[in-house]
């Protein structure tokens, strides 16, 4: 790893002009960003940690809103989100291991838009709102591609607002040596529709599948995705599984966070 | 290079860092303190599991300096006070939970964890909990049965 | 009633207690007084000519004490082959020499070339990207496909080996027409072509290597993470660096796991003591996990195609089978050995079949050396047999425990010489395979089968029945096949003046236990308690001399040699006791710890006698030389030969391919037990790796050389929620008839006979669900079954 100069401001403010810096590189809970720097695939010059801002750690909730601070470690939301937004703690209960959930948090994971993580399925299936030290960004616009999202230089993730669905599942398909989502779907319903976000397959990083949408709003049953093609063009194919494979896995899936969710 | 202090096994410790410089890393060289292994550079093997304010983490994963004035906790610090096993550590040697003792701290800071939060655990939970740890020896059937030994339940196996 | 001490007894391991409490001392655990780092500058690319490296910036970094690269090494010794082979054709093996640093030319992705000493890490680390920037290798095209590197001999690992085959090997040759013709009359005969997939070994603890030299006396001491550490010291010092033997100490400490890949000597080793000598200071290194994929020797990487003839009824007639075996791109120490004598001579099974003919080819690819890892080379002949069974019985409607049954060797056969060369000494596998069906409750599987489709999943059950030989070896009798050392070991027994023992063994113990389980043999022969002994290991400069572990060997080799040297205690004791109750030396007894004059109440304990042989105030020095410590060395008759039979149950997904493993049991016969709690973790973690290998474990290279798996992102480890409770049995036991203790070794079985009854399993179950597949390759993943299911 290269070296660099390490600091840990307490407030958003403090944070922003840290990141405004030359060479200064966010650092959340560090359990994707560190091992890239061990491998000297990063080299920032100025590490800012985010850990340490009380105002973008925990959860609230307010008019059918569950938010979460930016900086909240996976563990937190998997315990505290279980009455309010179940599925969301089931996500985030399921992510990496125990001791892995202690640090990553929700801002790093959705800031690094890894393909195959699972907080994106959640925050676009749900049509979350990201906030950033900016902004408001709908979660429809945030994500952009693998490893690619609508956050601009110096810019990071302070909350996500998750409009609580009436009814929700997230089901993930584990790639056997990472334990990320070989493939995963969060089905979320609502009383306006349903959305169907899929990680994992497709190389496009997160997606919505619109037909099992429009499918599931006539009718919220895993029969309702019967006859319901998926397209593979874009999927990846890889040690662990073609783009067959993966389109599978969104049908047979989907089917089964339908069933979870009831 | 950094100056930082913390306290580790119930004793307050300080030692220069530079920025990258990894927790384990500082436990290990700074502290002498090297039961706390590392098996890998991904985070994925558990075997520098320790305890930060009392939640397992991966110490391989966390820089020294982000974790500046909390309490850690690392295998050297499980035994009772007159130096004999925990009950946690005593059921790893009573079923045979270890062999080559590699991956052992790791499985014992990251089970004492699970224990900590959930006094009775289903094998099930167990199984699941101990995903971030691998080891090579044991396939797992006595580590297993060590933790549900531990927690006082009965245990079906062998 | 168990035992709760000595033979037999699930005696608690001593040397937990130092894991348990972070107090293990590993090879870097070690900090020393002026240490230095050695980082390793390895190649990005599979094959490539080196041009120049680019050492000269990096020589003026921060810190960099000294740089090495092939040049400074081209004049001393490679690191040797352990065991020659010759082809069929009587031509010996091509042997490529492996350099301690790649010179010329980089041969792996991982491939060594330069090595730099800094006064950090980080400054080493930082060189030793400084000089892979700046060298210049020519890339050459890779050669990975074992097919096609037999084919192109425009396109050379070594430039010296044209078809980039090391040899050809027949096995046995003689009896190839004899076999070919039982084919061409064979009523049935079923053929499967597989792949016995390469794996790495991760223990979890990286090779780690400390050199030192000390100038006052021109000794070296390497500390390293070895299996072997006399074995190490050896090739170390007179092929490699040439130092005299006497001037090198080899220590292994406390070893994280081995599982083969410790066995071998590596560059590494020689690195960090040349790099100690020429600056005078301790020189250390640790391997990353992701330099341990890149450079620990792989295992199996067999592609066979396997032949069965036999009757109608399922009479085994003859098998044949043509494999192609991956050496990599250099011959590890025992690479030549475990495709051959370790594999084709296991070929027959425990089966009364009178034909075998074993062809093996192994290749030179551009890909880490591939040696032996837990099983070697028997895992391989069981998986091809135990599948093409399978197979067959699928074929023909034959009930697979039926046709294990009727081909089995009986009791009355032993001794028994198999058509591969090998004198089964005893067993008995229609016990086991009985054991294993009670275990599993074979008839109640229906039921089972009906639940599992209630919610969904299809249900199968595979079986296995397995031998092997270890116990490794005679020494003439490997010699004649080529073996280049000897395969005995040695233990040197101290009775200390108050009466505890030290006993030094040759054996290396990284798991498996033998500082609890040598001494619990060591306190019941001389009837003291087990915390009055001492075992001490892997330090050349204390023991004896030895060939360590692996091979299943420890205590059918090295326990053996213990029990030779308590023997030779016993009897200089019974000589000091005569003299000291006025008695003839034939009249003393010994037992539990007493020497005795028979028929009479006069005896001496064993504390006084040792105390006697120190401060000899009362004893027949003029016959006797005082003291009480003897050396044996042992080397065994034969090989043992552990068997078993192995019955899993898995449960697919059809929706997703998923193969989750629902039950295992495990019927084995390892002859007398010593310590049946280590011998249940044991079969354990064997079994573990073998349901790792059967369902997760892939090490794929691209057509480029590059490591595809080269971490645990990519490389599946098998975790507490991939595996089941296992159920293990060991009752079944006939003794070894060879060696004093009746054992024949426990380690690799689990290994070596789960995979087939996974896969034959997962078969059953698509089978089951009316998809009729005849085979799919290892690793069993989701995938691969799904694309099976669905075309």
Redesign the interface.
């Known amino acids: ?6 600091v ?1 401001p307490s407030s958003i403010v403090e944070a922003a002009r840290l990141l405004g810096g030359e060479g200064a590189q966010a ?1 959340s809970g ?2 994707t960003l ?2 890239t ?4 695939l990063a080299a920032p010059s100025v ?1 800012v ?1 985010l ?1 340490g801002i009380a105002e973008m750690k925990g959860l609230s909730v307010a008019a059918g809103t569950l938010t979460v601070g930016a900086a909240t470690p996976h ?1 937190v939301v998997a315990a505290e989100a279980a009455r309010v937004f179940p599925a969301l703690a089931a996500l985030a209960g399921g992510i ?5 959930r ?2 990553g948090t929700i801002g790093g994971s959705i800031a690094n838009n890894d393909p195959s993580a699972c907080y994106p399925a959640a925050v676009l299936a749900s049509g979350a709102t990201v906030v950033t030290s900016k902004r408001r960004i709908a979660a429809d616009d945030f994500f952009q591609g693998m490893f690619s999202t609508a956050l601009e230089e110096g810019e990071f993730v302070t909350s996500v607002a998750f409009p609580i669905p009436e009814k929700a599942a997230y089901v993930k ?1 584990n790639q ?4 990320f989502a ?1 493939t995963g779907v969060f089905v979320a319903k609502f009383a306006g529709g349903v959305r169907v976000a899929v990680t994992g397959a497709s190389n496009n990083g997160v997606f919505r599948w619109a037909e099992a949408e429009a499918a599931l709003a006539k009718s919220f049953t895993a029969d309702a995705l019967q006859g319901l093609g998926v397209d593979d063009s874009d999927m990846i194919t890889d ?4 783009a ?2 993966r389109a ?2 969104v049908k ?2 989907t089917g ?1 966070a339908v069933s979870a969710a009831g | 290079m950094t100056q930082v202090s913390m306290t580790v096994n119930g004793k307050p410790v300080s030692g220069e860092v530079e920025g990258r410089t990894l927790l384990v890393q500082f436990l290990r060289e700074g502290l002498g303190l090297t039961g706390t292994h590392v098996g890998c550079d991904t985070s994925q093997c558990g075997a520098c599991v320790v305890h930060v304010d009392g939640k397992p983490v991966k110490s391989c994963t966390v820089f020294a300096q982000d974790v500046a004035g909390s309490s850690v906790k690392t295998i050297e610090g499980m035994a009772n006070a007159d130096g004999s096993l925990g009950t946690l550590q005593q059921a790893f040697q009573d079923h045979h939970g270890l062999q080559c003792g590699f991956c052992t701290p790791g499985m014992v800071m990251s089970s004492a964890a699970l224990l900590a939060d959930n006094p009775n655990p289903t094998e099930a939970e167990v199984r699941h909990h101990l995903e971030g740890n691998i080891c090579r020896c044991t396939g797992y059937h006595n580590i297993v049965k060590a933790v549900l030994t531990a927690s006082g339940q009965p245990v079906a196996a062998e | 009633m168990p035992k709760d001490y000595g033979i037999g007894a699930s005696s608690k391991r001593r040397e937990d207690v130092r894991f348990l409490t972070g107090r293990g001392v590993y090879t870097d655990d070690m900090a020393l007084h002026g240490q230095t780092y050695a980082v390793f500058v390895r190649s990005t690319v599979a094959h490539g000519r080196i041009r120049s490296v680019g050492t000269e910036a990096a020589s003026k970094m921060p810190g960099v004490l000294a740089i090495f690269t092939g040049e400074d090494f081209k004049d001393v010794g490679g690191n040797p082959a352990g065991w020659l082979i010759n082809s069929r054709d009587g031509t010996p093996m091509h042997e490529p020499k492996r350099p301690v640093l790649a010179h010329g030319k980089v041969r792996h992705v991982g491939d060594a070339y330069a090595a730099v000493i800094a006064e950090t890490y980080q400054q080493a680390k930082d060189a030793a990207q400084q000089i892979s920037d700046d060298t210049d290798i020519e890339e050459l095209p890779a050669i990975v496909d074992m097919r096609a590197a037999l084919a192109d001999s425009s396109n050379r690992v070594h430039d010296e080996i044209p078809d980039n085959q090391c040899y050809d090997w027949g096995w046995i040759e003689d009896n190839r027409a004899a076999v070919d013709a039982a084919f061409k009359s064979a009523p049935h005969v079923t053929t499967l072509e597989l792949v016995n997939n390469r794996l790495v070994p991760n223990a979890m603890e990286p090779r780690a290597s400390i050199g030192e030299y000390f100038p006052g006396t021109g000794d070296y001491k390497l500390t390293t993470t070895s299996q072997n550490p006399h074995l190490t010291r050896l090739l170390v010092a007179a092929f490699v660096l040439g130092i005299p033997e006497n001037k090198l100490t080899v220590v292994a400490p406390d070893v994280g796991g081995g599982f083969g890949s410790k066995i071998y000597h590596y560059g590494e080793e020689a690195l960090v003591l040349a790099a100690a000598k020429k600056l005078a200071r301790p020189v250390r290194w640790t391997a990353e996990r992701s330099e341990s994929f890149l450079s620990d020797a792989h295992g199996r990487d067999h592609v066979t195609k396997i032949e069965l003839a036999c009757d109608k009824e399922g009479n085994f007639l003859a098998f044949r089978t043509e494999t192609m075996a991956n050496v990599g791109a250099y011959l590890s120490n025992f690479a030549t050995v475990t495709p051959t004598f370790l594999h084709g001579t296991l070929m027959a099974g425990p089966y009364k079949v009178p034909h075998v003919y074993v062809n093996v080819k192994t290749v030179f690819t551009n890909t880490a050396p591939v040696d032996a890892y837990r099983g070697a080379g028997r895992p391989e002949a069981t998986y091809s047999l135990e599948r093409v069974i399978d197979k067959m019985c699928r074929e023909l409607g034959l009930d697979p425990f039926e046709v294990r049954r009727k081909n089995f060797l009986t009791t009355d056969m032993f001794p028994y010489t198999t058509p591969v060369g090998l004198v089964y000494d005893t067993g008995n596998y229609h016990a086991t395979l009985d054991k294993a069906m009670e275990m599993a409750d074979v008839a109640g599987f229906a039921k089972r089968r009906a639940d599992s489709a209630a919610r969904g999943k299809l249900r199968g059950m595979g079986l296995s029945t397995w031998i092997e030989a270890c116990g490794i070896a005679p020494s003439n009798l490997v010699g004649i096949l080529g073996a280049r050392v000897g395969l005995y070991d040695a233990a040197t027994v101290r009775v200390n003046a108050t009466g505890n023992i030290s006993v030094m063994v040759g054996a290396h113990s990284h798991g498996q236990g033998h500082e609890t389980v040598f001494a619990q043999i060591a306190a019941e022969k001389l009837g003291i308690p087990e915390s009055s002994v001492e075992i001490v290991h892997g330090d050349t400069s204390k023991i004896p001399f030895g060939m360590g572990s692996y091979g299943s060997r420890s205590l059918a080799v090295c326990g053996v040699a213990m029990t030779k040297a308590i023997d030779k205690i016993v009897a200089k004791g019974k000589k000091i006791a005569a003299h000291m109750l006025e008695a003839a030396e034939g009249d003393i007894t010994f037992e539990d710890g007493k020497f005795s004059v028979a028929g009479t109440d006069k005896a001496k304990t064993f504390g006084e006698i040792a105390f006697s042989a120190y401060v000899p105030h009362n004893y027949p020095l003029e016959t006797l030389e005082p003291g009480l410590e003897e050396t044996a060395f042992y080397d065994p008759a034969n090989f043992t030969y552990p068997a078993g039979a192995y019955i899993c149950e898995v449960e697919v997904d059809e929706g997703t391919g998923k193969v989750d493993v629902v039950a295992f049991h495990c019927a084995d016969d390892f002859g007398n037990v010593m310590n049946p709690m280590i011998v249940e973790g044991q079969v354990h973690g064997g079994v573990g790796q073998g349901i790792g290998q059967a369902l997760l474990e892939s090490t794929t290279y691209d057509e480029n050389g590059q490591l595809l798996t080269g971490s645990y992102m990519d490389y599946a480890m098998p975790r507490a929620g991939d595996v089941p409770f296992y159920n293990v049995d060991y009752s079944c036991q006939t003794a070894c008839t060879h060696n004093v203790l009746g054992v024949k070794g426990c380690g690799e079985a689990g290994a070596i006979g789960s995979p087939p009854a996974v896969v034959n399993a997962v078969l059953d179950a698509l089978h089951s669900g009316g998809h009729k597949i005849a085979h799919i390759d290892m690793p069993v993943s989701p995938g691969r079954v799904w694309q099976a299911i669905n075309g």
């Open positions: 790893m290269f070296d660099f100069e390490f840990k650092l560090g359990q560190m091992p720097m061990k491998q000297r590490l940690s850990t563990a990496g291991d125990p001791a892995v202690n640090r398909f056997p040596a990472s334990r070989l040690l662990h599984g073609t067959a494979y599978n896995l047979v899936l089964r």
